[in-house]
């Protein structure tokens, strides 16, 4: 029995932050409804050099852990010249509205599944056509926000 559960725990941990290849290529071009009220632009395009894009779960107890360090990793970016945004999705309405307040009102919603990576959280670095350069997935423990920028590959 109690190997039974520990079986089950280590499917759900490789489930939550699995590697993801559906998102190794190119992010959609579509436009998610933000927190705020208006569409954001497409996660296909970016108006910088390199883009963050971190996918989130209100279910995820990882994302919530998260979610302070990834508030200050997207300041530590704007400060940088680097655009982000996050990306809550894979659960109803409600709850996407719920946890996306913890990352402010430009946060994306994203009820119709447009995002479906196999775990999060899931970081995703592209370039300003959409192109998927770095897959992180999983949250990289890290000091500062400045390390964390650097473990995903940007400035």
């Not at 079986?7 to 290849?21: P, T």
């Not at 994302?63 to 400060?79: E, T, Y």
């Not at 990352?103 to 196999?118: I, Q």
């Amino acid at each position: 029995m109690r190997t039974l559960a520990l079986l089950a725990l280590a499917a759900a941990l490789a489930a939550c932050s699995g590697s993801d290849s559906s998102a190794s290529k190119q992010l959609p071009d579509v436009r998610l409804p933000t927190l705020g009220g208006p569409h954001g632009p497409s996660l296909a395009s970016c108006p910088t050099k390199k883009c963050l894009t971190v996918v989130v779960a209100p279910w995820c107890g990882v994302c919530h852990r998260a979610a302070p360090h990834i508030v200050l990793l997207r300041r530590f970016l704007d400060q940088n010249g680097v655009a982000s945004r996050v990306v809550v999705g894979l659960a109803e309405m409600d709850a996407l509205r719920e946890f996306a307040s913890e990352f402010g009102s430009d946060a994306l919603l994203d009820a119709g599944g447009a995002m479906t990576p196999r775990g999060v959280p899931v970081f995703l670095v592209s370039d300003k056509d959409g192109k998927v350069l770095n897959v992180v997935n999983g949250f990289p423990q890290s000091e500062s926000a400045a390390e964390l920028a650097a473990a995903l590959g940007l400035p």
